[in-house]
């Protein structure tokens, strides 16, 4: 593993030197991101009332662009009211913050705080898309420090890279567990996907291993998008127990108008709730959570996207089930680009 660790970031040192001689032409483009909604959930028990509000989904600064034709950047910063602000506290709200080299038009390497790279269309849409979600998606922290590879195919159509990042689960600095992370990202047209196999530390020489594939079928205007993912631990008698499952079909009526329907499956009878020692922290011993809804969004402005009204409904087969609505507008705001 060390081999393996030392290579990969003798990529970040040995730099060819064409990367250092190349023309200036930066570009630069902020945006501001964000969804205001209201909530109200209806319990299927008499004796439970309403729980409703109007909340701030999230508020979001993106800023993005070239420096040259060789590095380019990219940066989400998430705005959270701290009672103790502080460095490190505004540093967590950064969803991502990194620097790309292109090596040559195939390969490009990338370091800084980036998303863990697993496979999976729920996992990889932008969070401020969804509206309602698997256990799994969640509790996972996706966001993380670390460095990437990418191959890409000369047309493009697919690309190849392997992450190192700090452990979602690193709780403390110099703690030493990492994520080791495979992903392909393929397009045949009609059908994506989505795929990788991750390794990674919840104690130093303890991990758990995720093989998870994204799915995603193009039918005419439907999109068809399924994941599946298994997690599992060499130390797991009964692999294939711990699991999950989810559809999603997005069918846009007009260019103004999607219907959504979703559902999904997360299992975990791999070991018994009561386990002294759980091997999976996000989709815990004895879960067994079905959900479902469907919804509709309307986009108001012509040929643009920046501005999204939607309405959902979604419930599941918690022991206390409610019956969610959900409204809400979110629109994006171009403030430079250039």
């Known amino acids: 593993m060390r081999r393996i660790i030392i290579a990969f970031l003798g ?89 790309t080299c292109k090596i040559n038009s195939n390969i490009s390497i990338s370091g800084g705080k980036q998303v863990i790279a697993i496979g999976g269309y729920e996992y990889d849409a932008n969070p401020i898309d969804l509206y309602f979600w698997s256990t799994f998606w969640n509790n996972v922290i996706c966001y993380q420090i670390g460095g990437t590879v990418n191959y890409s195919t000369t047309d493009n159509k697919h690309t190849l890279g392997f992450q190192i990042t700090n452990s979602p689960f690193t709780s403390q600095t110099l703690q030493g567990i990492y994520a080791y992370n495979l992903i392909w990202y393929g397009n045949f047209n009609r059908f994506s996907t989505i795929y990788s196999i991750n390794r990674i530390e919840y104690e130093k020489n303890r991990y ?15 999109s068809v998008e399924i994941d599946l993912m298994d997690r599992f631990s060499e130390q797991q008698k009964n ?32 070991q ?31 040929n643009s996207k920046n501005v999204r009204i939607h309405a959902m409904w979604s419930s599941n087969n918690d022991r206390v089930q409610y019956h969610t609505f959900n409204v809400g507008i979110r629109w994006q705001m171009d403030v430079l680009k250039k």
């Open 11 to 99: 990529v970040f040192v040995f730099i060819p030197s064409i990367v250092l001689s190349q023309d200036t032409i930066p570009t630069a483009k902020l945006k501001f991101d964000t969804r205001f909604d209201f909530t109200d959930k209806i319990p299927n028990q008499d004796s439970l009332s309403n729980l409703s509000s109007f909340d701030g989904k999230y508020l979001n600064i993106i800023v993005d662009g070239d420096i040259n034709n060789k590095f380019s950047y990219k940066y989400r910063q998430r705005l959270i009211l701290n009672s103790k602000p502080d460095y490190e506290s505004f540093f967590n709200a950064t969803d991502w913050l990194y620097l």
């Open 208 to 222: 758990i291993n995720y093989v998870a594939l994204g799915n995603k079928f193009s039918i005419n205007k439907l």
């Open 239 to 270: 692999l294939f127990a711990d699991f999950s499952i989810i559809g999603n079909l997005q069918y846009p009526i007009n260019n103004k108008v999607t219907v959504l329907a979703k559902a999904g499956y997360d299992e975990n009878s791999a």
């Open 272 to 302: 018994k709730p009561t386990a002294s020692f759980i091997y999976d922290r996000y989709v815990t011993p004895g879960t067994k959570y079905f959900f479902y809804g469907i919804g509709v969004e309307y986009f108001p402005i012509n």
